[in-house]
């Protein structure tokens, strides 16, 4: 009996791993360092994002069109509602204001409207052709870069659009801001247009598909336009309209862009318009637009978190 023992002893000894490779094999986690959150202001991430953007400015000079079309369709409803309505009586839409004047800021607004409502539209195409699974498995240093380079190329779309708008108004009649009417403008212009670029890249990770996203475009377009002050003050509007346009985000980078053209000099005071609920100032047209914009990045913050991912 010693002697099977010891047999098997020696046995037991001779077979077993050494001590180095029993231990817990370390995982990935363990044997990857930890990468550091990334940082925003980088010099990567600003490449990262000047390359996402050189892409979309690439598709567009490979199909210049839709730049075209998009100048063209504001300009066209520019002179066909202005000499549509080139005879109304004059202080009918605001003392010593045309209604060139008028319609200018309202088919600004519209024009940078329409575009960040569509800005999800590549996007889309993106996720369905399985353009962005590539873009999504390169080493980005964020993922964010994908919608800051959206919402750069639609900004500058947007204001391309916007100086050809003010020139031609002004050749029409309307004038031309003051300096800091222009810089009024572009402020308000940008935090319509970020607002709505954002809910438009929240609808195409949201969508099934692009059919459903441009029925989603016509169907609140227009009814978004006509429901605000673009095209006729808000006086003229029965009470109830006047709630609705009152509480329209176009209405409120509209009449801050209408008060500067209307104005030489303005203030952050300065009533823009008396809604049935209160008056209406710069100051508060700005905040409640930054307010929208925080409330609608709330809200699809985690689609985009879950489209990126």
């Known amino acids: 009996m010693d002697c099977v023992a010891n047999l098997r002893k020696n046995y037991m000894t001779q077979t077993s791993l050494p ?137 500058t779309l947007s204001f391309v659009q916007t100086v050809a708008i003010v020139v031609v108004s002004g050749l029409m009649g309307a004038g031309l801001p003051s300096l800091s009417g222009l810089t009024v403008m572009a402020l308000i212009l940008t935090l319509l247009i970020i607002d709505f670029t954002m809910l438009s890249l929240g609808l195409a990770f949201a969508m099934p598909g692009h059919q459903e996203m441009l029925a989603f475009i016509f169907l609140v377009n227009l009814p978004l336009m006509f429901s605000s002050t673009a095209l006729a003050p808000l006086a003229f509007m029965p009470t109830w309209l006047q709630w609705i346009a009152s509480l329209n985000p176009l209405s409120w980078a509209i009449e801050p862009i209408r008060y500067v053209y209307s104005h030489s000099t303005w203030a952050w005071d300065s009533i823009i318009f008396t809604a049935p609920w209160g008056n209406m100032t710069m100051f508060k047209a700005a905040i409640a637009l930054l307010s929208f914009g925080i409330l609608v990045g709330v809200l699809i913050r985690g689609t985009l978190r879950r489209g990126v991912a």
Do not use: C, H
């Not at 390359?51 to 839709?66: D, G």
């Not at 080139?86 to 209604?99: A, H, I, K």
């Not at 889309?124 to 380079?149: H, K, Y």
């Open 19 to 155: 001590p180095l490779l029993t231990q817990e094999p370390q995982t990935d986690r363990q044997l990857t360092p930890k990468s550091p959150q990334p940082n925003f202001w980088s010099a990567d991430f600003r490449q990262e994002v000047a390359a996402l953007t050189t892409r979309l400015f690439i598709q567009l000079r490979r199909r210049p069109t839709t730049l075209i079309a998009g100048v063209l369709q504001p300009l066209m409803w520019l002179l066909l509602f202005g000499a549509l309505f080139s005879g109304l009586p004059e202080g009918l839409v605001g003392d010593g204001q045309t209604y060139v004047q008028f319609l200018a800021a309202g088919i600004i607004v519209f024009t940078a409207f329409s575009s960040a409502l569509n800005s999800g539209l590549p996007m889309l195409f993106d996720r369905e052709f399985g353009f962005l699974n590539r873009i999504l498995v390169a080493p980005l240093v964020s993922r964010f870069s994908i919608i800051a380079a959206s919402a750069i190329f639609i900004v």
